[in-house]
Every structure is written in structure tokens, then in C-alpha cells.
């Protein structure tokens, strides 16, 4: 058992149910956790185990998570896979350097690009993506209103 609820890439909407104290009584019973039994009487915080895919160029629907997160009091954000490429500097036959990684150096047996998926690069200068995430968790925030 345990005192909060984490799921692992939930869709917006889904996060969302999960604010809801019958909701996350009803998903404690379905699941068989039985804790506490499908009658708890306080919504537990939720915290998701991953919930952003930071590959390539890609974070997806990143802002849609966090307009939610700072909308309910009981969300209490996420883990973004992966933080860091793992790589390490390797030259081609042309003494140009790059990121080697999975198969780069003649294993058979690798996990391929799964190592080049992170939001900064081996050497930690941002990706794109850092700049959208650095941008959506900025904790300061202005909203203009207009007569």
C-alpha cells in the first residue's frame, strides 16, 4: 500500500479523475490494492511515476499536464523519462566527434536510440525540449485581464 497514487503516463483526463475521491476509491478496490479498501474519505496527492517522453523533439501535450497540475491541489506533478542522454564523445573516420551510444561501438546486444532520449545532452546543454519545459514550469506566472 502506499499514501499516494503515482501512475505511469496517464492521459490528461485520466489525471484528472484521479482528483476525485470516489474515483480513486473505486481504482483502489478495481485494482485489488484494497487500501484502504475503496473507502478512504481524503483524496490522496498523486504523483506521476512518468508522465512526459522527452525523445527526440518531443514532450507532446506537456502544457495540457501542467495547466491541470496547477488547476488541482492534489496533483503534485511528475518525472519527465529521461533527464540525461547517455553517450559518451566518439570520433567518425573523419575525426569528427558525436554522441556514441547503443550499437555505436560493434555490440550486438544494445538498446539502440533508447540512450539518446533525454531533455539535455550527455555534455548537459539543453535540447528544444528543456526550453519548453523550463518555460511550462516557470514559477512565476501572469494572466492579463481585460474590461
Known amino acids: 500500500c502506499t499514501d499516494i497514487i503515482c501512475p505511469m503516463y496517464p492521459s490528461p483526463s485520466e489525471l484528472e479523475r484521479l482528483t476525485l475521491l470516489s474515483y480513486q476509491n473505486m481504482k483502489n478496490t478495481q485494482l485489488g490494492r484494497r487500501w484502504p479498501a475503496g473507502r478512504a474519505e481524503e483524496l490522496r496527492p498523486v504523483l ?21 497540475i496547477r488547476s488541482k491541489k492534489h496533483l503534485q506533478g511528475g518525472f519527465i523519462w529521461d533527464w540525461v542522454d547517455q553517450g559518451l564523445i566518439a570520433r567518425d ?23 539518446i532520449n533525454g531533455l539535455l545532452w550527455p555534455d548537459r546543454k539543453f535540447h528544444p525540449a528543456a526550453y519548453q ?6 514559477p512565476v506566472h501572469v494572466t492579463i485581464t481585460w474590461p
Open 48 to 68: 506521476m511515476c512518468e508522465y512526459a517522453h522527452a525523445m527526440n523533439n518531443s514532450l507532446g501535450n506537456f502544457e495540457v499536464y501542467w495547466d491541470l
Open 93 to 115: 573516420d573523419h575525426g569528427r566527434e558525436f554522441w556514441a551510444y547503443g550499437g555505436d561501438f560493434g555490440e550486438a546486444v544494445h538498446d539502440g536510440t533508447w540512450l
Open 133 to 138: 519545459v523550463k518555460k511550462t514550469q516557470q
